[in-house]
């Protein structure tokens, strides 16, 4: 039996359409104005070589909890850095700019943001989970692998879910990596002239992807009875 998309993964795949046609649009302007794209782009990574890897790395920890393309730092982190620090650093530093992102981004959904957020979700007419202890982790999965939503909206809803942190963790970080290391080898070795280390990391990524669907039909086909769905209730 196939996956259909629900109506908000609709709504989601139409919106990322939309920012890729205004991107594919705004290129195709500076290029019909005689912009030199490569030279910019070069100059884009040498600035980020000049700030280091220091503020490279701790903007990746906060900037991604506030609205910041992810994608932004997962495709520089190795082109920029590989040849300076060396790869195995770079994911090192990006490993535990992750964790640090992750963590504020729960922080912020449950505590700091959490009367803000249950006022914008209870206005929009949504609901969410009140998620069993015996389901905890099956929903955290299930969350996360869902295509649509970006990673940091599925951290606030995993948030203000009450999610415990050791689980929201234990499923979100690696979720997070497994795609951001192989983007990252992928950056670092089509910089040096690696092809054939690239290509591996391209079959990589689509073995994770055909991963990611087969969990995702699996999870489709088998209930989650004790996930108990309420209205939302603002904090007094």
Do not use: C, H
């Amino acid at each position: 039996m196939s996956e259909k998309p629900s109506s908000a993964q609709k709504r989601a795949l139409l919106i990322k359409l939309a920012i890729a046609a205004i991107a594919l649009l705004a290129v195709a302007a500076l290029l019909l104005r005689g912009v030199d794209l490569r030279a910019a782009l070069a100059g884009l990574l040498n600035w980020l070589r000049q700030i280091g890897p220091e503020a490279f790395f701790a903007a990746n920890a906060v900037l991604p909890a506030f609205g910041v393309p992810a994608s932004a730092f997962t495709l520089t982190a190795g082109p920029v850095f590989g040849p300076q620090i060396g790869l195995g650093m770079v994911l090192v530093y990006f490993g535990a700019s992750v964790a640090i992102n992750l963590a504020l981004t729960y922080w912020l959904a449950r505590y700091a943001f959490r009367p803000i957020l249950n006022s914008i979700v209870a206005r929009l007419g949504y609901k969410l989970p009140a998620v069993s202890k015996a389901n905890q982790l099956n929903v955290a999965l299930v969350v996360r692998i869902t295509p649509g939503p970006p990673f940091v909206l599925q951290g606030y809803l995993l948030g203000l879910a009450e999610l415990p942190f050791k689980i929201y963790m234990l499923v979100s970080w690696p979720v997070a990596m497994v795609y951001a290391v192989a983007v990252i080898v992928f950056g670092d070795a089509l910089m040096q002239g690696k092809f054939k280390v690239a290509i591996v990391a391209l079959i990589a990524l689509g073995v994770v992807g055909v991963g990611v669907k087969l969990l995702r039909l699996r999870y489709a086909k088998k209930p989650l009875g004790t996930v108990e769905v309420e209205p939302v209730q603002e904090s007094k």
